[in-house]
């Protein structure tokens, strides 16, 4: 059995995850590495090298070749192109491989219709280790700045109001390239080297690209998932290094990381501690970020508890929380719990199983049900008075259902149903849902969000969005219609489906 | 007043697989020629250098000079560097400055030990970042033939030719390598199979284009000028030899067309030598891609930047054993250059020494260049890593 070398996976995470750099005060010149000094200018420049990270840049793909008898570590791959990224005209030059790339693969490449084209680092997998090993991550893949995901600029931005009540201040959510469908629904389907840790990081990035909000001031991040590859070791931590949340102090973020876990609901669960946070004086934190990602498990179809198989999807979702240039105030909140087991992975299991007949009304919907009417009742809103219902999306029928059953119309309930589109991405389910709601939403309406998690419990929030949601919305590039409807997207038949979602 | 570094004896092992094996008996073999030739017994070797990158790994030898010990009974200082040129540039320096008048060089690889790790194996030499972001012993070959062909604005039809060009560099390695009985692959090739490779492979370069995974060793007895002459007629000294280094991680070089040691290794070697490069008659380049020859020219100053791919086209129309440079005639790669002789990476060196020392003393047989009254000069260029260190070797018979 073979270990990897913990410090060096530090080492190389820290500046491999983030695209670390060193830019010398004296000249200009700038390092791949964390110099403490110029190889050019020497002793005077100690001191004087700045910090840099190529993390939300964009580079240019300056030559490539096709790799496709890789090095035994990357054979999950197959065949990539890989080349040399230049960043800063050249001043940077970095070894990087493209990723999700699979169709182009198959004819003959012609490089040089690659060649000098604006890529962006996207963070990923570096490469298959042992189960028993660490998850060895990189940003040094890439994708074209002008496919799926396009390049966006992070900068902060001074915030122009503060609001009485917290609120939803950014969100951003994930989801890969490539796709299955099947009959009426289609779901998104990881590339090979993504996973439940990839996709929190990246919504995390995105998020803050919406928000413009410094990372410096995000003081907690919560992760929810069910398919975090560690049984023990949180994503969290990783979303708080990559992302550099929270001041940074000597090679430490001053942040509280946590990961959560109720089946779907474990992010959605952990928007009113996000919003409370923010809301406690003393707590000195001006932002908290919640992240719900799942890569979500299912057996394959012929094994028992197979029929998920049919539903599953893949992404991520991220909100910032906080009281300043608020896009969504919260209103008000219940959350109601019983144990029901009606769907669970026990340890060191590779997928969940179903109870069966428990899933449906003496789950879900009762207890749906029971949040989306307690939070009705003591916010004292009818239905007519809600512009926007989102459910927990398991499948199509269960959201539709327990919208009509509440008395919600198409146009009210219509716009969150998005796992047609993605499929059921578990703890980002109602999250991707809302999101695609805030995308279109206008000022000063009224969203129900009721999240579902299995085991059981459900998590009903009231927002009322704000006019910044209209100023906000020209930083949302990456918008869940956008994503739905994306050109680029990538078809994949069932055992590829399989493959991938398996991972490196 | 330094003494000069002579060689004075040279022995290799074929070149392949030599599966039955132990990396014991190749460099037993190697030595054992080298001896026989000079005629000189264990004893008189006052300390022996000895290459090897792998053997660590392909064969758990963590101590190398023990074994060595153990091999020859010697208990005389002993070093282990990586390429054999290193190990040479270590002897030369002992023999200049006095130290010792006799001394063994050796060089050994055993990769095929380790079939299906050697390519994991070999990106130890180049960057750990290039690795990680899936880098393989091959990539960076054919994005440094991207890039020349960017920088040097090829375009068209000449594209073509630049890719001709090189498969022809592969097809001359192999004809050279059936005049050499110790090569891997003593077989032709056609350009069209090098073409076919490629395309198969979906790549700028295939197959035909890199030199392959080898076992073998190489040795060779070096002396002070004055113990040479004792021991024959014949030295071949060490005029030049200097080496150069550059960064690891080759995306971030300056210039990914070329490698700057090669040419600062060049330019301090022909310095030592006091030799003008055009007296080179014979030089072994470090082939371990049909680009790598072709930038070889370049590094090494016998063409001009940009221009080398033509001047093998050129000669290689009606190939006359020799590139054809402004009316000189360069005799590169004779005993088949590591494409079709063979890269045992720590041997590789010795094998180059082996031909220009052979091709000096007009004794390499078929594969003797004919140059008026015999080439005087040669050189070696040998590399470690991704052109991360150059060494380059000028010899001559005065």
Known sequence: MKVSSEPIERRVSYLGDRLMGRRCGLCGKEYFEIKDYCGACGRKSYGKMADIDLFYDKGVLEYCTLVNEPTNKFTKLGSFIYGIVSFHNGKIRVPGRLTDQMAQLEKEVDFSSLEDREVVPRFRRRYSVETCDVVPTISLAFTFADEYYPYQRYETVKPSKEYDNPGIVSYGAYTSKFRIKEEHIERSVPFIDEDSITAAVEAGKMALMHAAVSNSLVGKVYVGSESNPYAVKPIASKVAQVLKLGEEDEDMQGVDAVDTEFACKAATSMFKDAASLVSYPKSNIQYAMVIGADNSQAAPRDCAGGELDLFVGYGGCAYIFGKKDVIAEIEGWYSCTSDTPDFWRRDGEPYPMHGGRFTGEPAYFKHVRKAAKKLMERLNLQVGDINYFVAHQPNVQFPVRIAKDLGFKEEQYLPSLQVAKFGNTYSGSSPVGLAAVLDIAKPEERILMVSYGSGAGSDAYSFLTTHQILEKRKRQKLTVKYQAENPFLEYVDYTTYRRLKSGM | ?398
């Open chain 2, 1 to 398: 007043m330094y003494t000069r570094p002579a060689v004075v004896a040279v022995g290799r092992t074929k070149f392949g697989e030599h599966y039955e094996k132990e990396p014991e008996k190749l460099i037993e073999e190697a030595w054992l020629k080298a001896s026989v030739e000079a005629n000189i017994e264990r004893k008189d070797l006052e300390a022996c250098y000895l290459s090897d990158y792998f053997l660590p790994i392909t064969n758990k030898l963590g101590l190398e000079e023990g074994f060595l010990s153990e091999l020859t009974e010697l208990h005389v200082p002993m070093e282990v560097t990586r390429s054999f040129s290193s190990a040479l540039s270590s002897a030369c320096n002992a023999i200049q400055a006095g130290r010792y008048s006799m001394v063994l060089v050796g060089g050994i690889e055993k990769m095929t030990d380790r079939w299906d790790k050697i390519r994991d194996d070999l990106m130890l030499l180049e960057d750990p970042w290039s690795y990680y972001a899936g880098c393989t012993p091959e990539a960076n070959h054919e994005l440094m033939l991207r890039a020349y062909i960017k920088k040097y604005g090829v375009r068209g039809g000449d594209v073509e030719k630049l890719n001709a060009a090189l498969a022809h560099v592969s097809v001359k390695n192999h004809m050279h390598a059936t005049k050499n009985e110790y090569a891997q692959y003593q077989r032709k090739i056609t350009v069209e199979q090098v073409l076919k490779a490629r395309k198969e492979a979906q790549r700028p370069l295939g197959l035909y284009d890199y030199a392959p995974i080898s076992d073998g060793a190489a040795s060779l007895i070096l002396t002070s000028e004055e113990c040479a002459k004792k021991l024959t007629d014949k030295p071949v000294f060490i005029r030049g030899f200097s080496s150069a280094t550059d960064y690891l991680t080759f995306p971030a070089r300056d210039d990914v067309t070329h490698f700057l040691a090669s040419e600062i290794a060049m330019k301090n070697a022909l310095k030592m030598a006091g030799v003008d490069r055009h007296d080179i008659r014979v030089a072994e380049v470090y082939d371990q891609s049909t680009v790598m020859e072709m930038v070889a020219l370049e590094d090494l100053g016998f063409c001009e930047r940009g221009r080398a791919w033509r001047t093998i086209h050129e000669s290689c129309q009606e190939y006359k054993g020799y590139y054809e440079i402004d009316g000189r005639e360069l005799f590169v790669n004779m005993n088949g250059g590591l494409k079709a002789d063979g890269n045992p990476l720590g041997a590789t060196g010795g094998a180059q020494v082996f031909e220009v020392f052979r091709q000096l003393r007009g004794e390499a047989g078929e594969r003797q260049v004919k140059s008026d009254a015999g080439p005087t000069y040669g050189c070696v260029l040998e590399l470690e890593g991704f052109g991360t260190k150059s060494y380059v070797c000028i010899l001559g018979r005065d």
